[in-house]
């Protein structure tokens, strides 16, 4: 079972994060750079604003979410994301989606990639959002699935934790925005690599196109 992370990892929404940001900074009078907000992605947005010492947290959110729904025609998937996902469903390997997005900004991009998920972990859901295990062990508990059996990719210092704390293993997505901490974890240069690494595909499963559904 593969589960797997949703910005950085299938879809580059840094453009729609960075444009809504900067709605942010001009609608709050803030002057955290990007940059910063950038640091901690992963993590439910409450949390980031925690960390970034920011106080009417959920006036920012609702400023932030209008105008990512706005910008949201910047975002684009990764090369070959797509074909990979579904190369992964040919060979039977169920996939899930673990995000710190909320679902109403979440659903249309997982919708673009015309790929069947057979579960879906937002902040939407019960438990704590990443660095903690919740959403992860809760997507096995949606399948039915033990940890052993179970491979979580994200792009984030927190993915790197949150799969260590719920004992699943872990592939660093190179092509994302962050950088994997101590110790090294197996690293995906591209979408394409995933394939090489977890051994899936080769000669006997080419790439498809369209879904599969």
């Not at 009417?56 to 975002?75: C, G, K, V």
């Amino acid at each position: 079972m593969l589960l797997l992370d949703l910005d950085g990892v299938l879809v580059d929404t840094r453009p729609v994060m960075e444009s809504a940001w900067h709605r942010v900074q001009e609608a709050h009078g803030l002057d955290v750079p990007f940059e910063e907000y950038e640091r901690h992605l992963g993590r439910p947005f409450a949390d980031i604003m925690k960390q970034l010492g920011l106080v009417d947290a959920e006036r920012i959110h609702q400023t932030y979410a209008e105008a990512s729904t706005a910008a949201s025609y910047l975002a684009r998937q990764f090369e070959d994301i797509s074909k990979v996902l579904h190369t992964f469903v040919a060979a039977d390997w169920l996939l899930g989606i673990v995000t710190s997005k909320p679902l109403d900004r979440a659903a249309p991009l997982l919708a673009q990639l015309g790929c069947p998920f057979a579960t879906v972990r937002t902040p939407n859901g019960v438990g704590r959002g990443k660095p903690a295990p919740d959403p992860i062990l809760l997507a096995l508990i949606d399948l039915g699935a033990d940890p052993a059996d179970a491979m979580y990719v994200g792009d984030m210092a927190v993915d790197q934790e949150a799969a260590r704390r719920a004992g699943v293993s872990y592939v660093h997505a190179g092509w994302g925005y962050g950088c994997p901490s101590a110790p090294a974890p197996a690293v995906a240069e591209s979408p394409k690599d995933l394939l090489r690494l977890l051994e899936v595909g080769g000669p006997t499963i080419p790439f498809l196109e369209g879904s599969l559904v």
